[in-house]
C-alpha cells in the first residue's frame, strides 16, 4: 500500500506562484512514475505533468514554461512548482503514483484557485 498526501494548495492571484507537495508514505520502494492531475468543476481530470523515477518529465502543453515537476527520492515527495498562474489554472489537483506492478494509488486533491 502507498499512501499520498497532497499539500500546498490555496488561492493565489493571477500571475502568482504555489508550490503543491505530495508526501509518500508506505510501499514507496513499488513506486515507479508520479504525476499531477488536475480536476475543475464540470470538466475531466486531466494529467498535468509526471515525472519517472529517473527523473524524466513531461508536461502537458498548457503549462509548458509556467510549470515544474520534481521529486525527491530521498524524503519520498513530489512537487510541482507553479508560476505565472492563471484563472484557467483553478482546480482540484492530484498526486498520483504507479507502482512498477501498475497499481495506481491517488492523494485526496488540494484546491488551487486563481483569482483576484
Known amino acids: 500500500q502507498v499512501q499520498l498526501v497532497e499539500s500546498g494548495g490555496g488561492l493565489v492571484q493571477p500571475g502568482g506562484s504555489l508550490r503543491l507537495s505530495c508526501a509518500a508514505s508506505g510501499s514507496v520502494s513499488r513506486i515507479g512514475v508520479m504525476r499531477w492531475y488536475r480536476q475543475a468543476p464540470g470538466n475531466q481530470r486531466e494529467l498535468v505533468a509526471s515525472?519517472?523515477?529517473?527523473?524524466?518529465?513531461n508536461y502537458r502543453d498548457s503549462v509548458k514554461g509556467r510549470f515544474t515537476i520534481s521529486r525527491d527520492n530521498a524524503k519520498n515527495t513530489m512537487y510541482l512548482q507553479m508560476n505565472s498562474l492563471k484563472p484557467e489554472d483553478t482546480a482540484v489537483y492530484y498526486c498520483?503514483?504507479?507502482?512498477?506492478?501498475?497499481?495506481?494509488?491517488w492523494g485526496q486533491g488540494t484546491q488551487v484557485t486563481v483569482s483576484s
Open positions: 498520483h503514483a504507479a507502482t512498477l506492478a501498475n497499481i495506481d494509488y
Open positions: 515525472i519517472s523515477s529517473g527523473g524524466v518529465t
